[in-house]
């Protein structure tokens, strides 16, 4: 068993969605129906939302969170740091040399049934030097993903059809960022047939 949602409301929502991208968190803005508009972004497997606090939903009060992430240019050095969010939570970041293996295939596909659900169609190669070149479908929409842990995951939501093609319009720093910010683009206003 292991947590797939943490949300935290605050008074403090653009201020708290700042100090936790400078961690090195990636956020997409995200809206359900009438409900509030939030931060959410994707922690291996573990959905992180930050929404605002409300008279039926009062701020988070004293919170404890460890956050564990792969060194990259935007994360602190390698070792343990101890921080507190704008609302005075201590946040305990360890940040890890990036020395785990690349993502498979098999793992791919969880990560994207786990963004998904049954809800998008997925084609995923393994290339020779070890990189994914992933396709999802979802309605009338496609994605293009390619990449690995140590370079980063290039993606493109519904690609041009031409031969001309060069590269991906975005980069994230792990696939489950990439799939995070698919799913938002996906499911934006003006796409009726991208909802989850």
């Given at each position: 068993m292991h947590p797939d949602l943490i949300v935290?409301?605050?008074?403090?929502?653009?201020?708290?969605?700042?100090?936790y991208t400078e961690l090195g968190l990636t956020f997409v803005t995200e809206q359900h129906g009438p409900g509030p508009e939030h931060y959410?972004?994707?922690?291996?497997?573990?959905?992180?939302?930050?929404?605002?606090a409300s008279p039926r939903r009062p701020a988070t009060g004293s919170l404890r969170l460890g956050l564990t992430i792969p060194a990259g240019p935007r994360t602190a050095p390698v070792g343990q740091h101890t921080h507190s969010d704008p609302d005075g939570r201590t946040v305990v970041l360890t940040v890890t040399q990036q020395t785990h293996p690349m993502t498979?295939?098999?793992?791919?596909?969880?990560?994207?049934?786990?963004?998904?659900?049954?809800?998008?169609?997925?084609?995923?190669?393994t290339l020779p030097a070890g990189n994914l070149a992933i396709t999802?479908?979802?309605?009338?929409?496609?994605?293009?993903?390619?990449?690995?842990?140590?370079?980063?995951?290039?993606?493109?939501?519904?690609?041009?059809?031409?031969?001309?093609?060069?590269?991906h319009e975005n980069i994230a720093a792990t696939l489950d960022e990439a799939l995070t910010s698919i799913r938002a683009a996906l499911i934006r206003p003006g796409r009726a047939d991208g909802a989850p």
């Amino acid at each position: 068993m292991h947590p797939d949602l943490i949300v935290i409301y605050t008074n403090r929502l653009n201020a708290c969605q700042a100090f936790y991208t400078e961690l090195g968190l990636t956020f997409v803005t995200e809206q359900h129906g009438p409900g509030p508009e939030h931060y959410a972004t994707q922690l291996d497997g573990t959905v992180f939302e930050l929404y605002p606090a409300s008279p039926r939903r009062p701020a988070t009060g004293s919170l404890r969170l460890g956050l564990t992430i792969p060194a990259g240019p935007r994360t602190a050095p390698v070792g343990q740091h101890t921080h507190s969010d704008p609302d005075g939570r201590t946040v305990v970041l360890t940040v890890t040399q990036q020395t785990h293996p690349m993502t498979t295939a098999q793992e791919a596909r969880t990560a994207i049934h786990h963004a998904f659900g049954d809800t998008a169609r997925a084609d995923i190669k393994t290339l020779p030097a070890g990189n994914l070149a992933i396709t999802i479908n979802k309605g009338n929409h496609a994605a293009t993903i390619d990449g690995h842990d140590s370079s980063g995951w290039g993606w493109t939501v519904d690609p041009a059809e031409d031969d001309g093609f060069t590269g991906h319009e975005n980069i994230a720093a792990t696939l489950d960022e990439a799939l995070t910010s698919i799913r938002a683009a996906l499911i934006r206003p003006g796409r009726a047939d991208g909802a989850p």
